[in-house]
């Protein structure tokens, strides 16, 4: 789902997956009893150039892979992305991992032809993440950022893009993401909710 600079994908059929590292790693997902297993991207320039300074932080950024895939043209026919990821496991709190992804042709993912919504949707202003121990969360995000938190609370702290994004980890007895699901037994936190931007709340 295509939004101006930034997208949702939905991937199913992990059995599918022929990487055996990526599997074996996300079996704490596979494991959960929900029907979405919720991942988040943040974009890099370059990823080679992310890897020494995450290693120096005491991180295990995983081997880079293809996330290249074929893509529908809006003017017909079809061409081929070259984006590529990998992932950085959050130990403490696998289920609030980030992966880091870079497009280098980024014309093959954004087309205006793809971003024109009937909810007049524009783009995800944010990510809500809830947690048991927020600090302790923010500071894995903290070194995956390079930067302190934004804002800080007790019970939420938050980080801000370059773009004007935010990403919020909440203590889950705060209600600061309201509808979101509690946590279950042995998770200490997971993703609960994005916010998206719209022209028009009315049509939305």
């Given at each position: 789902?295509?939004?101006?600079?930034?997208?949702?994908?939905?991937?199913?059929?992990?059995?599918?997956?022929?990487?055996?590292?990526?599997?074996?790693?996300?079996?704490?997902?596979?494991?959960?009893?929900?029907?979405?297993?919720?991942?988040?991207?943040?974009?890099?320039?370059?990823?080679?150039?992310?890897?020494?300074?995450?290693?120096?932080?005491?991180?295990?950024?995983?081997?880079?892979?293809?996330?290249?895939?074929?893509?529908?043209?809006?003017?017909?026919?079809?061409?081929?992305?070259?984006?590529?990821?990998?992932?950085?496991?959050?130990?403490?709190?696998?289920?609030?991992?980030?992966?880091?992804?870079?497009?280098?042709?980024?014309?093959?993912?954004?087309?205006?032809?793809?971003?024109?919504?009937?909810?007049?949707?524009?783009?995800?202003?944010?990510?809500?993440?809830?947690?048991?121990?927020?600090?302790?969360?923010?500071?894995?995000?903290?070194?995956?950022?390079?930067?302190?938190?934004?804002?800080?609370?007790?019970?939420?702290?938050?980080?801000?893009?370059?773009?004007?994004?935010?990403?919020?980890?909440?203590?889950?007895?705060?209600?600061?993401?309201?509808?979101?699901?509690?946590?279950?037994?042995?998770?200490?936190?997971?993703?609960?909710?994005?916010?998206?931007?719209?022209?028009?709340v009315e049509r939305c």
């Amino acid at each position: 789902v295509q939004f101006e600079d930034t997208y949702l994908e939905l991937i199913g059929d992990f059995d599918h997956c022929h990487l055996a590292p990526l599997i074996d790693r996300m079996q704490p997902w596979l494991a959960l009893d929900e029907d979405v297993y919720w991942q988040t991207s943040i974009t890099s320039r370059r990823l080679e150039d992310e890897l020494v300074p995450l290693r120096a932080k005491g991180l295990a950024p995983q081997p880079i892979n293809s996330a290249a895939r074929r893509v529908r043209l809006t003017e017909g026919g079809w061409d081929e992305t070259d984006s590529r990821s990998f992932y950085t496991f959050n130990e403490h709190d696998i289920h609030a991992s980030l992966f880091m992804s870079d497009h280098r042709k980024p014309e093959a993912i954004w087309m205006p032809g793809w971003q024109c919504h009937p909810n007049t949707t524009r783009r995800v202003l944010g990510i809500s993440y809830l947690a048991e121990d927020v600090a302790r969360v923010a500071n894995y995000m903290s070194l995956m950022f390079g930067a302190e938190p934004d804002e800080q609370a007790p019970d939420r702290m938050a980080f801000r893009t370059p773009r004007g994004e935010f990403l919020e980890i909440c203590d889950q007895s705060a209600g600061r993401v309201p509808g979101s699901q509690p946590l279950q037994a042995g998770v200490g936190a997971r993703g609960a909710a994005f916010t998206i931007g719209v022209d028009s709340v009315e049509r939305c």
